[in-house]
């Protein structure tokens, strides 16, 4: 079974920095991509960036040039290294893989608070 497990989330002043990490475990294969989406309350959950096992990203527009994603090449995790946070980026983050033959998987959440 797959489990993926977030870490690194808490609470940061305006312009901080966090760096999240997703440990998987689990899966026999390894994983078409990996990615963090989040959810702020009354908001829809999105996609905040995303990386291929051929090291292709993704990122939202508002994240872009703040925020890293990486994987590892195992394929076992994936990370998250946000800068210069805002507290607009307050949310529970999730993490999220998918299979290659489409399947997805999400962790429990960890949430991140940018408050002065």
């Known amino acids: 079974q797959v489990r993926l497990v977030e870490s690194g989330g808490g609470l940061v002043q305006p312009g901080g920095s966090l760096r999240l990490t997703c440990a998987a475990s689990?899966?026999?294969?390894?994983?078409?991509?990996m990615g963090w989406y989040r959810q702020a309350p009354g908001k829809e959950r999105e996609l905040v960036a995303r990386?291929?096992?051929?090291?292709?990203?993704d990122y939202a527009e508002s994240v872009k040039g703040r925020f890293t994603v990486s994987g590892d090449n195992a394929n076992k995790g994936v990370y998250l290294q946000m800068n210069s946070l805002k507290p607009e980026d307050t949310a529970t983050y999730y993490c999220?893989?998918?299979?290659?033959?489409?399947?997805?998987?999400w962790g429990r959440g960890t949430q991140v608070t940018v408050s002065s």
């Open positions: 999220q893989a998918e299979s290659k033959v489409g399947t997805e998987y």
């Open positions: 990386i291929s096992s051929s090291d292709n990203t």
């Open positions: 689990g899966s026999r294969f390894s994983f078409a991509a």
